[in-house]
């Protein structure tokens, strides 16, 4: 596997661990609200946007700056 792959593979894996920690975050968010905890819900729906949107964000732009495949 050359440099270009690595990194190719290395986006896409940013890209889908970011969206495994959106959806993290969402599930977090809507247990807790569930059980009146509003607070906590807010908490979590914010960490699990920021951590999951930053990891994609810095997967987007590796594949960006790759270009086409």
């Given at each position: ?20 920690v ?16 509003g607070?906590q ?29």
């Open positions: 596997m050359n440099k270009r792959d690595f990194a190719w593979t290395l986006a896409k894996g940013l890209e889908g661990v970011g969206l495994i959106v959806l993290g975050g969402l599930v977090l968010s809507v247990s807790a609200g569930m059980h009146d905890e607070m819900s807010m908490r979590g729906e914010t960490y699990g946007l920021a951590i999951g949107g930053g990891l994609f964000l810095a997967g987007w732009l590796l594949e960006r700056k790759l270009g086409a495949r």
